[in-house]
């Protein structure tokens, strides 16, 4: 799971009251405190972490290897690895994960699509029943 791995730091901020319009493209981590129009991905081959505070607000997709949410977003969310919604987290879109924690209060309007990779082949039900041996019969 992600937490294995040393998270990247945040090296990128957009502050509170900024208005940004356009698609970003980030490596490492990136914090949202304002407001995004166009989509947030992270550059590929290295891990990442998107962080959309309570302040924030994002109009576009959103792709990332940990993405933790308590702001407002509007289009679909990749997490790649784990998807955090805190308390104030509201997405209008389909949201796919390997992982999701989420918090009272949070609210999707979406599809859950956990991905591929997180489903683990898990093993075939045994039941305690011993079948080997045919059942007796009772004479009358």
Do not use: W
């Not at 490596?27 to 290295?46: F, M, N």
């Not at 990332?64 to 879109?93: F, R, T, W, Y």
């Amino acid at each position: 799971m992600f937490g294995k791995k040393k998270q990247p730091p945040i090296k990128s901020l957009i502050a509170q009251g900024t208005a940004i319009e356009g698609n970003l493209r980030f490596t490492d981590g990136l914090r949202i405190d304002g407001d995004v129009v166009g989509d947030i991905c992270a550059a590929e081959g290295s891990s990442s972490i998107l962080v959309i505070s309570e302040s924030a607000s994002v109009t576009g997709r959103i792709h990332a290897d940990h993405v933790i949410i308590n702001g407002k977003v509007l289009g679909p969310v990749h997490a790649s690895e784990l998807l955090e919604l805190q308390p104030k987290a509201s997405i209008q879109g389909d949201v796919s994960y390997k992982a999701l924690e989420m918090h009272q209060g949070a609210v999707i309007f979406g599809q859950l699509r956990p991905t591929s990779q997180g489903m683990e082949e898990k093993p075939l039900l045994t039941l305690a029943a011993d079948n080997t041996n045919p059942p007796l019969a009772i004479a009358g």
